[in-house]
């Protein structure tokens, strides 16, 4: 199945994934890369209001659950991918060019707050249901869940790359200092939570997030984890032994939902969407400029008319 049209939506959550080219490891030991994700990240979740539940970043991907108010996915997806694609080359000395991600990232609909809460705790086991360490104490890399159940929020600096370069192309004299900005990254509370204290909140999160952890390994059995030490070890840019992959037929889920009804109904929404846009894009194309397209979604880019967002 090919690449589903993007449709927005500011009341529904999304999990994004973005993966690495041929799934090479650049993501791993290497804290200063992760430090300039992080700055991207809160860079633009500020510029965009994003709401972010949380992110992991491990090996070779990005991903985890986020709520677009603005319907402006596309635009914040886009400008964080191009962003890290910069980044890893310049704290990076093994990387070797070309195109940093795989393809274009993927995004399903998160519809219910227990599915919201699901796909939160799935994005904060991932090091141990990808069998890398027992415990999230024991992961080496960057790990979200102690600031988002807490409310800490944490400041990362933000180089502006390109007006640098430029100032020191002219021969001016500049210190870096007069380039960086100051960003803020912070994690919303998940849904339905609202009425807790701080301190409630993050015992019954760590409470959850135990229980998940024990079923996993005891549905893992005796299979053994890599574990820090070797995690250590992992050269950057190698593959790892396994990882998810698909092709362009492969079967992409539109909605994530925990409900088999509510699922149902989300789908029949989407695609309601799905089947508009297919017509409104048929008309477009065809040399019809005042077609209606449906709320969420975007025109196709064609030489004559740029691409617009519906809103």
């Not at 998160?110 to 027992?134: R, S």
């Not at 030490?229 to 790892?240: A, E, I, M, S, V």
């Not at 362009?248 to 149902?264: D, K, N, Q, T, V």
């Amino acid at each position: 199945m090919v690449y589903h049209p993007r449709i927005e939506s500011g009341e529904l959550a999304s999990f994004v994934t973005s993966r690495s080219r041929n799934s090479e490891l650049w993501f791993v030991n290497n804290r200063n890369l992760e430090f300039a994700i992080l700055g991207y990240l809160a860079k633009y979740a500020e510029r965009y209001k994003v709401k972010l539940y949380g992110i992991a970043i491990e090996g070779n991907y990005i991903q985890g659950p986020a709520l677009f108010p603005l319907m402006n996915r596309a635009h914040f997806m886009r400008d964080l991918n191009s962003s890290i694609a910069r980044a890893v080359p310049r704290f990076t000395p093994e990387y070797r060019g070309g195109r940093f991600w795989g393809r274009r990232y993927s995004s399903e609909f998160l519809p219910g707050a227990d599915d919201i809460e699901e796909y939160f705790f799935y994005t904060a086991l991932q090091p141990i249901k990808d069998g890398l360490v027992k415990r999230l104490s024991d992961y080496p890399g960057y790990h979200f869940f102690r600031d988002a159940v807490w409310g800490i929020e944490r400041k990362y600096k933000v180089v502006r790359w390109k007006e640098y370069n430029d100032a020191m192309r002219y021969g001016k004299i500049v210190s870096i200092k007069d380039f960086t900005d100051i960003v803020t990254l912070k994690y919303e509370r998940l849904p339905g939570y609202e009425d807790l204290s701080q301190k409630d909140y993050a015992r019954l999160m760590y409470r959850k997030l135990e229980e998940r952890r024990r079923k996993i390994i005891e549905e893992r059995g005796k299979k053994p984890f890599v574990g820090k030490p070797q995690l250590l070890q992992t050269k950057r840019g190698t593959l790892p032994r396994t990882t998810k992959s698909s092709t362009l037929r492969s079967h992409r889920p539109r909605i994530l939902c925990i409900c088999p009804e509510r699922r149902a109904q989300y789908k029949a929404w989407y695609f309601s969407i799905y089947f508009d846009y297919k017509h409104a894009s048929k008309e477009y194309r065809e040399g019809n400029p005042d077609i209606i397209f449906p709320i969420g979604t975007y025109k196709p880019q064609i030489w004559f008319k740029p691409q617009e967002i519906i809103q």
